[in-house]
């Protein structure tokens, strides 16, 4: 099923609002063979069709959604254009197809069975693929002369089709079309694709047509044989974009008969429509890096976290690239303009805007137009200009404002001669002059919104302020839908717990006691002491006889041993030789002024992670533990793409960076980092909250400072829960009674709340969770995604209840601080059916410290499995007919319907509960 590549096919947006009318428990299906790819746009569907060229098998994305990917494979045709074609023998080739500019080879030769599964198929498997999908199986029918030479291709096809099977037996297959072979192959067939049903293309003309009724009571013949086997249908329509009535009516005559339905353009390059679809999660930043990296632009640190906390995910795109094409901007939900530099073709930016409006996408401008505010580009968003009086002083009067303006400190009355008046928009502040000029500075608009100069963020003392409330104004600006937000902070009610250790100084002496190190202090105060999940990294060159302190490798080395033998503690490294400026790094090399300096060494990736993570798992860590795999990021803690490229290829994951300082002196939400930060199609992960460092004025002075962290943990959870509780220091906190101190103030401080302790690896597959996960939504019913490691959805509705009974994979529920949290079971599908102060007559978990392994759940019987890190803290909701049972031991307390379960050295137990 080779796309068109005619020019003829108008691209008029396809604009996926929400899933079609019907149910979400139907399958649904992509085929997408863009090279961009989005996976919470295509995460939902049962199948997802690509090129395997095109997708990153190294992405987290693709680690999770690999199961229902199917790489796509020419078994009787290969492209003149490709690589593949070089290699192919002439004497395989029984024809040319010019429309395909494609030769049609022999599958009836060894040799070139051979090719396809040495050269194509097992080359993908390599990469990281599982599952094929095969197609131009039917191009031998052009050069099959006789009904005998028809019987041998097919006898081949068939032969092939076995092969494949053998050979590959947990990979799933669905071809195209095929029908003459069906019989004969659907033991080894997942599903049966074939294209237009209803609606596809006039081969001489490349028009859309209607599938005539003999050619569809032709298919129909087919369809209820494959149907007879028990294998899924997929049929694919191709329309216009713009066609919105005749998709939905394609969709709809496919679902009639029993198949699953695709709908999208002959190129196959956007993101159609099927049974379902996903909402909307992305939102795509167009900024400038020509000054500044990505990682410190304002649109980055401060407009990110607003919208991940409703759900949504921050897409960079560098401007000066281009303006990006309007048939690829369908899965966003919508687009911010936030530009440091007025950008070099205003004019084009407003049009590209317009555009996007017709389309749909709403577009929000930040700080600036892009452009100088008198400019004509302006009149395309239906925005005056008034040029001001001479004699007029700058100072104005604030006639209106929006509740949404004030929301950390008040708007300047000083805006100079800037004079805006939007036509059929919402005013969220109006000043006006001495001779009654007004302005509008901030609005809601017709295309979107936007908030200019001092009225989005001032600046004060260099602090952030906001001005106008991020969180309603996005929402409001880009008609965001309220969505089931994939929460990173929260698991099963209680507040995420995490502690990871720099390993900068493990070498410093304790100040009160020089024959100790550091490293021995926290071992023995911090690490033994509270038995909760750590991870600890150590610099190579710091413990190493080659690195920078020889004479006393051997016992830095011992007391890394001890640190990695505790149970509760994973290993990972902070590099070799702790880079200080990411960004200088040039052809893979260092200069060693940005980093330790070390004797005969010469800058490399793989020595920096790969071989210093080996060193801790071959002769640091115990036989018996996991493999370290987690590198923290050092000094200016910026990877570029090329640097995170390598971490995924081996599979590593990293964290560190962002800048989480929120404090009682500064509460501003612009000292809350966002989740991560995505270079190409790679995310690096930020920390939960800062270090010591940050606290002690970079270690120079008021070394008790990180008890402030605490403040920043409170502040971080109320009135909205943004981060999880991350204990982040160095080793070097061992060296002073004061910095030790503070640690222990600020573990018993997090011990004393109700927190889901954790080691740093399970937080960073959390966090990569998020920025995957697929969210479909019909009435009541919410759809999920993804959810490999992140466990928990959040509603800012309070009194939300989840009907147990009728919903799949869903644990639990509990009302915090207004909002609902609801807690998902082990696997990474999970359907919510909600009501309102619903009553519930089955058990569920209110909440707990422990992850659930199991669950399963009949009429009468719910079995749950609990295994966590600590001693367990157990409560449920039990309906007066039903009974619990514990496989242990534990201290019960129970309030009307709510039974609680506190456990004493038991981190994993099983609880049935029965109901008459």
């Keep these: ?42 995460g939902i569907h049962d199948y997802i069709i690509v090129q395997p060229q095109n997708i990153d098998t190294n992405t987290h994305g693709f680690s999770i959604y690999k199961d229902k990917m199917y790489a796509y494979v020419s078994i009787l045709e290969v492209n003149k254009d490709t690589k593949e074609y070089k290699k192919i023998d002439p004497k395989w080739i029984i024809g040319e197809n010019s429309s395909w500019n494609s030769a049609v080879l022999d599958i009836r030769n060894k040799d070139y069975q051979k090719f396809l ?83 596809g293309i006039n081969s001489k003309d490349l028009t859309y047509k209607k599938v005539s009724l003999e050619d569809k009571k032709w298919l129909d013949s087919y369809i209820d044989k494959i149907k007879s086997y028990g294998l899924d249908l997929i049929a694919v329509d191709y329309l216009p974009q713009n066609e919105s009535d005749k998709i939905d009516e394609s969709i709809n005559i496919i679902k009639s008969r029993g198949m699953i339905p695709y709908v999208s353009i002959p190129k196959l390059d956007i993101y159609g429509k099927s049974s379902k679809n996903a909402l909307k999660r992305e939102i795509l930043f167009l900024i400038d890096e020509g000054k500044k990296d990505r990682s410190v632009l304002g649109s980055h640190m401060y407009g990110a976290l607003p919208l991940e906390y409703l759900g949504y995910i921050q897409e960079l795109y560098e401007i000066n690239q281009g303006l990006p094409k309007i048939e690829n901007m369908g899965h966003y939900a919508g687009v911010v303009v936030w530009l440091e530099q007025p950008y070099k073709d205003p004019k084009s930016l407003t049009k590209w805007v317009t555009k996007l409006h017709s389309l749909g996408i709403k577009v929000v401008f930040i700080d600036n137009f892009g452009t100088f505010i008198k400019s004509t580009a302006l009149d395309s968003l239906g925005i005056e200009t008034i040029d001001a009086e001479e004699s007029i002083s700058d100072k104005k009067t604030i006639i209106f404002k929006d509740d949404m303006i004030g929301y950390e400190v008040q708007p300047p009355l000083s805006i100079g001669d800037r004079y805006l008046k939007p036509r059929d928009s919402k005013p969220l502040i109006i000043y006006e002059d001495e001779h009654k000029k007004q302005s509008v500075h901030a609005a809601i608009t017709p295309w979107g919104g936007y908030a200019l100069d001092e009225v989005a963020i ?40 995490f502690s990871h250790i720099d390993g900068d100084g493990i070498m410093n002496r304790a100040e009160w006691n020089p024959e100790l190190f550091s490293g021995d202090i926290i071992l023995e105060n911090i690490l033994k002491v509270y038995k909760i999940p750590h991870t600890v990294s150590v610099i190579g060159a710091e413990i190493n006889p080659e690195g920078l302190y020889p004479d006393i490798s051997q016992k830095m080395i011992n007391i890394a041993k001890r640190i990695y033998s505790l149970d509760n503690v994973e290993g990972a490294t902070h590099t070799y030789t702790h880079p200080f400026s990411w960004g200088k790094i040039v052809d893979g090399n260092l200069d060693e002024e940005y980093r330790l300096k070390v004797k005969n060494y010469k800058f490399s990736l793989e020595r920096e992670f790969k071989v210093s ?104 959870d109320t009135p909205k829960r943004l981060k999880p509780i991350d204990i982040y220091y160095h080793l070097y906190s061992g060296s002073k009674r004061a910095s030790l101190n503070a640690l222990k103030y600020v573990f018993d401080w997090a011990l004393e709340q109700d927190v889901f302790p954790i080691f740093t690896s399970e937080y960073i597959y959390n966090a990569m969770d998020y920025y995957v996960v697929s969210i479909a939504n019909e009435s009541d019913e919410w759809l999920v995604e993804g959810t490999k490691s992140l466990k928990t959805l959040r509603f800012e509705k309070p009194d939300l209840s989840v009907d147990i009974k009728n919903s799949k994979g869903v644990v639990g529920f509990k009302t915090i601080q207004n909002r609902t949290y609801i807690h998902l079971d082990e696997s990474q599908k999970q359907l919510l059916t909600l009501k309102e102060n619903a009553v519930n007559k089955k058990a569920y978990l209110i909440d707990a410290n422990a992850k659930v392994t199991n669950y399963t759940t009949s009429d009468k019987e719910q079995i749950f499995s609990f295994s966590g890190h600590t001693d367990l803290k157990l409560s449920f909701y039990l309906p007066s007919n039903c009974t619990l049972k514990s496989s242990s031991q534990a201290l019960t307390k129970k309030d009307k319907n709510k039974i609680s379960l506190e456990y004493k050295n038991i981190n994993k137990v099983n609880i049935n509960v029965t109901c008459q």
């Design 613 to 716: 993570l080996d060193d801790i798992s071959t002769k640091l860590q115990p036989p018996n533990k996991p493999r370290a795999n987690i590198v923290f990021w050092s000094g200016s803690c910026d990877p570029r793409e090329d640097v995170l490229k390598y971490i995924y290829k081996n599979r590593f994951l990293n964290i560190n960076g962002g800048y989480t300082t929120i404090t009682n002196t500064s509460p501003w939400l612009s000292n809350v980092a966002p989740i991560g930060l995505k270079r190409g199609d790679y995310y690096q992960i930020y920390t939960g909250a800062q270090n010591e460092n940050v606290y002690t004025n970079n270690w120079l002075e008021s070394f008790w400072g990180f008890k402030k962290v605490v403040q920043t943990f409170k502040l971080t």
């Design 1 to 42: 099923m080779k796309h068109l590549c005619c020019s003829k096919f108008l691209f008029i947006l396809f604009v996926i609002v929400t899933s079609l009318s019907g149910s979400l428990k139907d399958k649904s299906e992509i085929v997408f063979y863009a090279d961009y790819i989005s996976y919470p746009t295509i």
């Design 458 to 497: 001032i600046e004060i003392n260099k602090e952030n302020l906001w001005v106008i409330n991020p969180f309603e104004f996005f929402r409001q600006a880009l008609r965001l839908k309220p969505l089931a937000v994939p929460d990173t902070t929260t698991q099963n009610a209680n507040r995420l717990l």
């Design 117 to 199: 599964f040495e050269e194509i198929i097992e080359i993908k498997i390599k990469e990281g693929h599982i599952n094929f999908f095969f197609d131009t199986l039917d191009s031998y029918q052009m050069y099959a002369k006789t009904t005998e030479q028809s019987k041998e291709y097919e006898d081949a096809l068939v032969e092939f089709i076995s092969t494949f099977h053998k050979k590959f037996p947990h990979s799933k297959l669905v071809i195209n079309r095929g029908f003459e072979i069906i019989e004969r192959v659907h033991k080894f067939v997942e599903a049966v694709l074939f294209e237009s049903y209803h609606y």
